[in-house]
């Protein structure tokens, strides 16, 4: 029998955008390690590769439902238990508009559904750069533009307001922001967020707030919900149990869409229609929600200790000679400035060749043009931390000129 010429298949043209640097660099990183180089990661923000593990009341509870048989599926929104916590836990930081919650796999379910739900082909969303790289992938996987806003490095890394009122046009439909952010370790002020609603509201825009790291705080500095500071505006807050609750495996994440009951009516429709589509989240490790917001957080605090800790280390080492960091107030992430003279993805491609150090490149994030800078992640214990940021100067101090 003749067969057909063989040609490879096609594969869609959307995904030509999906793009992630963080685990892009992986595949470098292996052949690297395969060589038998010490590897010294600072790349990937997974608390449980590190010194660590997640609460035992958690672990606990997931056992139990497992034991009782909750194995099958869950309502599609999430187990009763759990988005009440969710939505007690969003009232207590102040969101009075509560109009639904749901829990998902992971906050990146949350982000994706959500996005899906509101943006329409050819539509854009405003993204910050730099900004946690998924929202630009779910973008163009929706044949969506990503539009970049620029946050101010001078200023902080908080968002540069006059930007984002640059860049919408009558195709914008939302505005996202990461607030702690990944990757510059940046919180809000208040003056900022209220800057952002504004904006928002006079656009008719639905705001992403990514609260994901809330309860990284590692200075005397208040987080605030953007939800809460307008009980009117379109906003959607996005959470879970992978940074906070050191249980970024489990894929339990969640959102609050708050606002005005009318104006959200059919996008909220749409967001159930997909959420039941897809049946539910893992439905055991949605019994880690309740005792996560509501029990004890001792574990809370001794992860802040051992992060602030590390912050210090990071922000006293990343400026020297040829690089420069703005102190990170939260999370695990400080995004420092390089002064080189290459690319800074050619910079950390040949970091890690030489020296077995992983950090992440600037514009996998996205930066200001003429701009580098480099992604690390702190959570390594302070020895692995001071060791690989003396490698890092010294093959700085090799490459700068
Ligand atoms: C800002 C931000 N949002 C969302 C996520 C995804 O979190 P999850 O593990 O809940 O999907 C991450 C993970 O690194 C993140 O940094």
Redesign the pocket.
């Known amino acids: 029998m003749a067969h057909a010429a063989l040609s490879s298949i096609r594969a869609a043209k959307r995904t030509e955008g999906i793009t992630y640097a963080v685990r892009d660099i992986v595949s470098l990183a292996q052949e690297v390690a395969k060589t038998g180089k010490e590897m010294l990661y600072l790349n990937i923000?997974d608390p449980n590769k590190f010194d660590f593990e997640t609460p035992a009341h958690l672990i606990e509870a997931v056992h139990a439902a497992m034991r009782h048989n909750h194995n099958g599926y869950s309502p599609s929104s999430g187990i009763l238990s759990g988005v009440e916590a969710v939505r007690a836990e969003a009232r207590s930081n102040g969101i009075t508009s509560i109009l639904d919650v749901f829990l998902t796999s992971?906050?990146?379910?949350a982000?994706e559904i959500c996005l899906t739900a509101l943006v329409d082909r050819g539509e854009n969303v405003l993204i910050p750069y730099p900004g946690?790289p998924?929202y630009e992938a779910v973008l163009a996987k929706l044949e969506a533009k990503a539009k970049p806003y620029f946050l101010d490095e001078d200023n902080g890394w908080q968002p540069d307001l006059d930007d984002i009122r640059r860049k919408i046009d009558s195709k914008t439909r939302a505005l996202v922001l990461?607030n702690p952010n990944?990757p510059t370790g940046a919180v809000y002020t208040e003056q900022t967020l209220r800057g952002l609603l504004k904006i928002a509201r006079e656009h008719g825009l639905v705001v992403f707030s990514?609260e994901?790291?809330d309860k990284m705080i590692l200075d005397p500095k208040k987080h605030l919900s953007t939800a809460s500071l307008d009980p009117d505006a379109p906003v959607i807050t996005?959470n879970?149990l992978?940074?906070g609750f050191l249980a970024?495996g489990w894929?339990i994440?969640w959102g609050v869409v708050s606002g005005r009951q009318g104006e959200m009516k059919d996008y909220v429709g749409a967001i159930n229609r997909i959420l039941r589509a897809r049946l539910c989240a893992n439905h055991p490790m949605q019994h880690a929600v309740k005792p996560a917001l509501e029990g004890q957080t001792a574990f809370l605090t001794e992860t802040r200790k051992k992060l602030q800790r590390r912050r210090d280390i990071t922000f006293e080492m990343l400026n020297a000679e040829g690089i420069s960091c703005v102190r990170p107030e939260a999370a695990f992430y400080a995004f420092p400035k390089l002064d080189i003279p290459m690319a800074d993805e050619a910079f950390v491609k040949g970091l890690i060749r030489e020296t077995g150090v992983v950090a992440v490149h600037g514009s996998g994030f996205g930066e200001k043009p003429g701009t580098k800078h480099l992604r690390v992640v702190y959570l390594p214990p302070e020895e692995q931390l001071r060791k690989a940021y003396a490698s890092l100067l010294a093959y700085l101090k090799k490459n700068r000129k």
């Open positions: 923000g992971g906050g990146s379910e982000i946690y998924l990461i990944n990514d994901i790291y996005l879970g992978s940074k970024p894929r994440g």
